[in-house]
C-alpha cells in the first residue's frame, strides 16, 4: 500500500507528499518501491523542487524484512527506528509505548495547567475542561495505536484517576464511585466502544476504507448471530494478534441484530450503549494480556485488547 497522492495529478500541490508505504516480499516488490522514488524524483526536478535526502528516512517492519537500500535523487536513505506520523508515533516494532508515553505527557500538561490556572473549580466547568483540553491527547488516532500492555492502559488510565481526584468533594471516593458521581466512563471502555463504531462505520461504508479486506464477512448463519458477522485474519505473531482488525471481531459479532442493522450512526451509539449495558460490558479487560474483558457473571464471551492495524512491510517519510 502506497501512501501518497497520484504522481500524475493536475495540480501540484496535490502531488506534495510527506510519507508513504508499500508491501515488500520478493526483489521485484522493492524494485518497484524503488521506482516510485525514482519517479518522484523526475517529478520533483520536473516541477524545480529539490528534496533534502538527509531528512529522509525509510523504516523497515517486519523480523523477516530484508531491509533493502532506497535511494532518491542519488542520495540513499537513512534507516530509522521511528517517525511521526499524522501525530501518531509509529515504531519499526509497532509496539506503541511511545505514542503512550507522549499522549499522557501532554495529557498531563494540560491536566497541570488546568489545575494551577483555575482557582475557581467548579465541577461543571472542570469536566469541560477536561473533555476539551486533556482527553482529546489521549483520544486522538486511538483505534490505530489501541495498547495492549497493561502498563500502557493504566498509564492512560491514571490521567483520568489524576482529573477525578481535583473535582471539589470526590475525596474518599474510589476511582470508580467517583466516574460515577461525574457522569464518566473508563477511558478502557470508551476505547472499546470506540473500536466497535469505528467497525460500524467501515462496514457501513461511512469511512473510505475497504471494508472487505478490513473485515471479511463470514455470512448468515440460521442458528446463531447477526447477519454482519466477520472473521479474524489467520496470524503468526502475537503482534497481529493485537491488531484492531483481529480484537474486535468476538464482540462485534456478539452484538445483537438491531444494533449492527441500526439505520443511522445515531441509532447504531444509542442501541449499543444499551447492548453494552445489558451484556454488563465495562472493558476490554481489567488485565491486560490475558485476552478477557469484564462482563456479566452468566457471560462467557472473550475478545483481546486492540493495538492497531498496520498492513504494510515498509514506510517513507519524506521532507522538502
Not at 11 to 34: H, Y
Not at 50 to 79: A, W
Not at 179 to 208: A, N, P, V
Not at 282 to 310: D, L, Q
Request: with cysteine; hydrophobic share 40%; net charge positive.
Amino acid at each position: 500500500m502506497i501512501w501518497t497522492r497520484e504522481l500524475n495529478a493536475t495540480s501540484p500541490s496535490l502531488r506534495m507528499t510527506r510519507s508513504w508505504g508499500g508491501s515488500v516480499s520478493c526483489e521485484e516488490d522493492a524494485r518497484r518501491l524503488q521506482g516510485d522514488l525514482d519517479r518522484l524524483g523526475e517529478w520533483a526536478n520536473a516541477w524545480q523542487m529539490q528534496y533534502n535526502v538527509d531528512k529522509c528516512e525509510v523504516i523497515h517492519f517486519g523480523s523477516k524484512n530484508r531491509k533493502v537500500d532506497y535511494y532518491l535523487n542519488g542520495g540513499r536513505l537513512v534507516k530509522g527506528e521511528m517517525q511521526r506520523d499524522l501525530g501518531v508515533m509509529v515504531h519499526q516494532s509497532l509496539k506503541v509505548g511511545m505514542q503512550v508515553q507522549q499522549a499522557v505527557k501532554k495529557a498531563n500538561g494540560m491536566l497541570a495547567f488546568i489545575a494551577k490556572g483555575f482557582e475557581y473549580r467548579s465541577g461543571e466547568v472542570l469536566l469541560q475542561l477536561y473533555r476539551v483540553l486533556v482527553r482529546p491527547h489521549l483520544e486522538y488516532c486511538v483505534q490505530f495505536w489501541s495498547p495492549n500492555l497493561r502498563k500502557d492502559i493504566l498509564a492512560i488510565e491514571g490521567v483520568q484517576r489524576r482529573f477525578t481526584r481535583l473535582i471539589p468533594g470526590m475525596s474518599g471516593l474510589s476511582y470508580e464511585e467517583r466516574l460515577d458521581k461525574l457522569g464518566l466512563h473508563s477511558l478502557e471502555f470508551r476505547r472499546l466502544r470506540g473500536d466497535l463504531i469505528e467497525t460500524y462505520k467501515i462496514l457501513k461504508s461511512l469511512d473510505r476504507l475497504d471494508a472487505g479486506r478490513l473485515f471479511p464477512m463470514l455470512g448468515k448463519s440460521r442458528t446463531r448471530g447477526h447477519s454482519l458477522r466477520i472473521r479474524g485474519k489467520s496470524f503468526r505473531t502475537e503482534m497481529r494478534k493485537t491488531f484492531f482488525t483481529q480484537t474486535v471481531v468476538n464482540l462485534w459479532n456478539s452484538l445483537p441484530q438491531n444494533v449492527v442493522e441500526a439505520s443511522s450512526l445515531a441509532i447504531f451509539k444509542r442501541e449499543l450503549d444499551v447492548a453494552l449495558v445489558a451484556k454488563g460490558i465495562r472493558g476490554y479487560g481489567e488485565k491486560a494480556g490475558n485476552h478477557n474483558f469484564a462482563t456479566n457473571a452468566n457471560s462467557t464471551s472473550w475478545i483481546p485488547a486492540p493495538v492497531s492495524w498496520i498492513e504494510t512491510n515498509s514506510k517513507l517519510r519524506l521532507e522538502f
